[in-house]
C-alpha cells in the first residue's frame, strides 16, 4: 500500500508546483510614488532597480528627484508620465516642467516603441502684444511660450485653412499632435494643448491577458516568449484546489478500494468457515441436532458402562466406527472407548462421559440407555493386522473383562 501511495504523493506535489510555479508572477509592481504615481510592471520597468526580465526593451522608465515617473523619448527628451492603462496598451505623458507646447513644437515619436492614436494638425502663431483676437474659440493662448511683447497662439488647423492669418500674426510651425481620444472629439475647436498625450503601443500584445485580469511577463528566464500570469485572489487558488481534490481524492479510493477488498475477505472467509469439511466423516451431516436435556446421568452409571482399550490394529465389531461422533477425531491406538450397551455404538471414554453428564440418550441413536439393565465391563482390545493360529491364542489370551456386581 505505502509502495502505490508514495508516487502518487509525488505526482500531487510536483503537479501542484507546477501550477504555482504558472500561477506566480515572479516580478512585482513598483512606483515611484506611491501615492501619486502610476503602477510600473510589465512592460514597463524603473531601470537600474527592477530586473531586465520583468520589462520589456524600450519600456524603461524611471524616477527624478521629485519622484515622478519619466519616460525618455529617443528624439523629444523626458516627458513625466501620469498614467498607465494596461488594458488599452495606453500611457499618458505631459511635460516635467509644465509647459508642454515648447514640447510639442519638436515632438516626435520616432525610434520609440509608442505612436499616436487620434492625431491632429495645430499651427502655431506669434503674434504681437497689441492683436486681442485670440479670445476667440479658434484660438489657444500659450501663455508659457508668450512674452511681454508678444503672444503665441495655437490654432486647429482645419480652422486656419479656411481663415486667413492675421496681419499681425506670423506663421511659426504646423505640427502633428498625439491628442487624447476625449480631447481629440472635438474637431471644430481649438483645445487646450495642456492636456496630456495619449500614446499607445502594439508590441508585447497583453490586451487579451490583461482583459481577463492577468499580468503579462516572460515565461520563461531567457527567451522571447510572453505568458500571461493570475495574480493572487482572496482564498485558494485554483491551481491549489485542484491540488488538493488530487490529494484527497487518489489516497481516499485508494483507502476505499482497500477497504472493499478487505471486506470481501472477511465474507468469504465466514462462508467459508459455515461450509462442511470435506475431511469430515459423512455422520456429522446426518446428525440431528444436540438437545441438552437436564436429566443427564450420573456418575457411576456412567463408569457402569463398557470400556475397551484399542490395540494397534484399532478394529472394532463395526468398521464404520473409526471416528469418534463426539469430536469426530480418529480413534489411535491405546485409546480408551466407552460403548453404550443398548445401541452399541462406541465413543471415546472422556468425551461420552461429559455427553451423558448432560444428556441421558445417546449421541448417534438417541435411545435412552436403562442403568439397571447395563453391565459394567471393561475390555482391552488387541487385533494383530495378520491373525495366526498362536496370535489368536494370544489375542484371546489378552482380552479380560471384568465384571462389577
Known amino acids: 500500500m505505502n509502495t502505490t501511495i508514495s508516487p502518487i504523493i509525488l505526482t500531487i506535489f510536483s503537479f501542484f508546483a507546477i501550477i504555482r510555479a504558472l500561477s506566480a508572477n515572479p516580478c512585482k509592481p513598483d512606483y515611484c510614488d506611491t501615492s501619486l504615481g502610476p503602477e510600473i510592471r510589465f512592460p514597463f520597468r524603473i531601470a537600474n532597480r527592477s530586473p531586465a526580465r520583468c520589462g520589456y526593451p524600450g519600456f524603461d522608465l524611471h524616477c527624478n528627484t521629485q519622484n515622478q515617473t519619466i519616460l525618455s523619448l529617443p528624439h523629444s527628451g523626458e516627458f513625466v508620465v501620469d498614467h498607465i492603462d494596461y488594458s488599452a496598451q495606453a500611457l499618458f505623458i505631459n511635460d516635467p516642467d509644465s ?32 492683436y486681442l483676437d485670440y479670445t476667440s474659440a479658434r ?33 511659426i510651425k504646423t505640427v502633428l499632435v498625439p491628442m487624447q481620444w476625449t480631447v481629440s472629439q472635438f474637431y471644430w475647436s481649438s483645445m487646450d494643448l495642456r492636456e496630456d498625450l495619449e500614446l499607445i503601443w502594439n508590441e508585447p500584445e497583453c490586451l487579451r491577458c490583461e482583459s481577463e485580469g492577468g499580468v503579462c511577463g516572460y515565461k520563461r528566464d531567457s527567451g522571447p516568449e510572453i505568458g500571461c500570469y493570475r495574480p493572487a485572489r ?50 456429522f451431516s446426518d446428525q440431528r441436532p444436540v438437545i441438552r436435556s437436564a436429566s443427564g446421568l450420573d456418575g457411576p452409571t456412567i463408569e457402569s458402562y ?10 472394532l465389531p463395526k468398521t464404520s466406527d473409526g471416528t469418534c461422533p463426539i469430536c ?8 480408551t472407548l466407552r460403548s453404550i450397551p443398548e445401541c452399541n455404538h462406541y465413543f471415546h471414554a472422556d468425551c461420552i462421559g461429559e455427553w451423558l453428564k448432560l444428556n441421558g440418550t445417546c449421541p448417534l441413536c438417541r435411545n435412552s440407555p436403562e442403568s439397571s439393565e447395563a453391565t459394567p465391563c471393561s475390555s482391552i482390545l488387541s487385533i494383530s493386522p495378520s491373525p495366526s493360529p498362536s496370535s489368536s491364542s494370544s489375542s484371546s489370551a ?8
Not at 102 to 124: D, E, K, P, Q
Not at 306 to 315: A, D, F, H, M, Q
Open 306 to 315: 463398557p470400556t475397551t482399550i484399542l490395540g494397534e490394529s484399532r478394529r
Open 328 to 335: 469426530l477425531s480418529d480413534y489411535q491406538p491405546k485409546e
Open 234 to 283: 482572496s482564498g485558494l487558488p485554483r491551481g491549489a484546489k485542484y491540488g488538493i481534490i488530487i490529494g484527497v481524492g487518489i489516497p481516499g479510493l485508494v483507502c476505499i478500494v482497500g477497504l472493499a477488498c478487505y471486506a470481501c475477505g472477511m465474507i468469504r472467509s465466514f462462508a467459508l468457515r459455515g461450509r462442511p469439511h470435506p475431511n469430515l466423516p459423512t455422520t
Open 398 to 405: 489378552s482380552m479380560t473383562s471384568t465384571r462389577r456386581e
Open 99 to 130: 509647459c508642454l507646447p515648447a514640447r510639442i513644437l519638436n515632438f516626435s515619436l520616432s525610434g520609440s516603441r509608442f505612436r499616436g492614436v487620434y492625431m491632429r494638425n495645430y499651427t502655431f502663431l506669434n503674434c504681437s502684444s497689441d
Open 139 to 171: 484660438y489657444m493662448p500659450m501663455f508659457c511660450l508668450s512674452g511681454s511683447n508678444y503672444t503665441v497662439l495655437a490654432m486647429n488647423s482645419h480652422l486656419s485653412a479656411a481663415a486667413e492669418v492675421p496681419a499681425s500674426c506670423r506663421r
